[in-house]
């Protein structure tokens, strides 16, 4: 009678079986498996309400409607009215106001002014004569003071950008001239420029500051000067500011000199700050009234666009209104070549510098 065997291994298949009923049940190689994650349950989304954008901007473009548009197209619908008395011919009277079109435009333009029988050349010594000389001493003294502001101030730029002991004091104190009010400007000037000011004391001479034409024009465009010069300092400092030191440390390592420096990395660098300068300031420029009307008072020599519109509103507000419509427009003109053709948009000029399109 044979042993029976001891040890027997059992057969694993008793144990090791899938979906056997039994104490092995849920077991996997031995092991107990686990439990399966339940199905992950959708959520609603809450939809967010989606506003117009107009909503956002609509704010702003009304406040800016009621301070910038309203007031302009007031302007030019009141300069389509006349202001002086004509001679209506169907009942035979004098009649004032009505309305003429572009009339009031035409007679600035041409320099002619109207009576109760028509439209002569006006005299000399009257305002709708001063037009075009008005016009002409409005650019004259936008190109001279803008270009000197613009050499001065990026010479004191320059130098205010460089690290120094009292260099927050020196920043202080050019912006001073700046921070003084034009009137006290140029009540400050009149005096220095009278007959017997400083300026006469100094070089020893009797010019006429006051009442010859070009000592006159000399006159307000120094004071100009002397009081803007900073701010054109002040922004171009900003973008001087913006300029990497790492480039002028390069430059220095490659040999470049200090005028090298300047001509191929300040100039180029420093281009989208200095042309949103030269925009303002001339902007700024072709509406100059404070300096030459308290200065010289009525001089036709330094009469200006803004000048000419302050004296006409005494004599008739609806010729006043064309007058500083044409001015308005050519502004707006000026505006337009810098930007568009000059480059004075500091976002574009930037973004093509940083493409690599320009230098």
């Known amino acids: 009678m044979a ?3 001891v040890g027997t291994p059992a057969d694993p298949s008793h144990d090791t079986a899938v979906g056997t009923t039994g104490p092995g049940r849920g077991r996997v190689g031995g092991r107990h498996r686990a439990p399966e994650a339940p199905e992950p349950t959708a959520v609603p989304v809450k939809r967010r309400r989606k506003v117009p954008v107009w909503v956002f901007i609509a704010p702003s473009m009304i406040v800016l409607a009621v301070i910038i548009l309203y007031p302009l197209g007031r302007a030019v619908w009141m300069s389509l009215y006349g ?3 004509t001679l209506d011919p169907e009942t035979g009277l004098f ?11 035409t007679r600035w333009i ?3 002014c109207g009576t109760a029988t028509g439209a002569i050349p006006c005299p000399p010594g009257t305002l709708g004569s001063q037009f075009w000389e008005s016009v ?3 650019f004259f003294f936008a190109v001279v003071t803008v270009s000197l502001e613009t050499v001065i101030g990026l010479g004191m730029a320059l130098v205010m950008a460089k690290s120094f002991r009292g260099r927050g004091l020196l920043r202080a104190s050019v912006l001073v001239p700046w921070a003084i009010p034009t009137a006290v400007t140029a009540k400050l000037w009149f005096f220095i420029f009278a007959n017997d000011g400083v300026a006469n004391k100094l070089l020893g001479t009797d010019i006429l500051w006051t009442a ?5 024009r000399f006159a307000i465009i120094v004071a100009d000067v002397w009081k803007t010069a900073p701010f054109m300092a002040l922004l171009i400092l900003a973008g001087l500011q913006m300029i990497p030191s790492d480039v002028y440390e390069a430059a220095k390592v490659d040999g470049a000199n200090a005028w ?4 191929m990395i300040t100039l180029p660098l420093v281009k989208p700050a200095l042309m949103v300068a030269i925009l303002f300031r001339t902007m700024d420029a072709l509406r100059m009234y404070d300096l030459p009307a308290i200065m010289m008072g009525s001089n ?9 519109v302050v004296d006409q509103m005494r004599q008739g507000v609806n010729s006043a209104s064309a007058l500083s419509t044409i001015t308005f427009l050519i502004i707006f003109a000026v505006a337009f070549v810098l930007v568009r053709f000059l480059g004075a948009n500091a976002v574009s000029t930037q973004e093509k510098q940083r493409k690599g399109d320009i230098a």
């Open 260 to 263: 090298q420096r300047f001509k």
């Open 212 to 216: 010859d034409p070009w000592p006159a």
């Open 3 to 5: 042993d029976p065997q």
């Open 95 to 105: 009649v004032t106001g009505g309305f003429v079109g572009i009339e009031n435009y």
């Open 110 to 112: 041409t320099q002619t």
């Open 300 to 308: 036709p020599a330094t009469s200006t666009i803004s000048v000419l």
């Open 83 to 85: 202001d002086g008395r």
């Open 136 to 138: 002409g001493n409005t």
